[in-house]
C-alpha cells in the first residue's frame, strides 16, 4: 500500500527555519517524480519544488533561494529544508509522488501525503 507521510512541520518566527520530510512506502521511490506542495488558507494549492528523476529540481519564484529539495533514494525519503522563513510560507504542506516523467499540474500525481503545517509568525 502507497502511503506519504510528512513530518517536521511547526510554528516559527520570521527568519527562522524548518526542515519538512516525508516517508514514503509502497512504491519504487527512486522512480518517481516527487513535489512538495503547498495550500494556505483561502488560497490554490501551489507547487514548491519539485525533484525529477534525472533533472534539475524546479522551485516557485516565492521560495528560490530559500528552499531546497532534495531526496534520498535508499532512504526513500524527501526532503525540504526551509531557510529566511516569511509569514507568507505558512501553510499546509504536502508531499506527492508521481509516475509521470514530467508532471503539469496537481493532478498529474497519483499519491499525497495527508500534510505538516507550518506556521511563520511575523
Known amino acids: 500500500q502507497v502511503r506519504l507521510v510528512e513530518s517536521g512541520g511547526g510554528s516559527v518566527q520570521a527568519g527562522g527555519s524548518l526542515r519538512l520530510s516525508c516517508a ?3 512504491y519504487t521511490f527512486s522512480s518517481y517524480t516527487m513535489a512538495w506542495f503547498r495550500r494556505a488558507p483561502g488560497k490554490e494549492l501551489e507547487a514548491v ?10 522551485y516557485a519564484d516565492s521560495v528560490k533561494g530559500r528552499f531546497t529539495i532534495s531526496r534520498d533514494n535508499a532512504q526513500r525519503i524527501l526532503y525540504l529544508p526551509m531557510n529566511s522563513l516569511k509569514p507568507e510560507d505558512t501553510a499546509m504542506y504536502y508531499c506527492a509522488a508521481t509516475s509521470n516523467y ?17 506556521t511563520v509568525s511575523s
Open 24 to 26: 514514503a512506502f509502497g
Open 49 to 58: 519544488a519539485i525533484t525529477y528523476r534525472d533533472e534539475i529540481p524546479a
Open 102 to 118: 514530467r508532471p503539469r499540474r496537481p493532478s498529474d500525481y497519483a499519491y499525497w501525503g495527508q500534510g505538516t503545517q507550518v
